[in-house]
């Protein structure tokens, strides 16, 4: 029994330290996204993981473009697999949406055209 209860608090040890360092680091994603969204011209701004599950999305971004975000940038790799990941831009008349893949993280920002 004296095992169990121990198991248990060291559960919740591990459980509390891990929410610790999952806020923080939900907290430096949340700066980072206000830093680009105060630049001018942003009118949105989405970061999704490799699998496509959005980690952040802000003004004209939506939650669920997250997957067909990142595929677009898996697939620009497949162009030159062995450079860096390549910048997409796509771009209407009055705006662009630059798509940029760092790891295994994939930012995306939507601007409105000057």
Not at 26 to 55: F, W, Y
Request: charged residues 20%.
């Amino acid at each position: 029994m004296f095992l169990y209860i121990t198991l248990w608090f060291v559960f919740l040890f591990v459980h509390r330290k891990l929410e610790l360092i999952n806020s923080e680091m939900e907290k430096e994603l949340d700066r980072v996204v206000e830093e680009i969204m105060s630049t001018p011209n942003v009118s949105g701004c989405l970061v999704a993981d490799h699998q496509g599950l959005c980690l952040a999305a802000k003004g004209s971004a939506h939650v669920d473009s997250a997957g067909i975000i990142v595929a677009i940038s898996e697939q620009a790799c497949k162009i030159q697999p062995n450079l860096k990941p390549p910048t997409v831009c796509l771009e209407t008349e009055k705006k662009q949406c630059l798509i940029q893949r760092h790891g295994t993280i994939t930012g995306a920002i939507f601007k409105q055209k000057a």
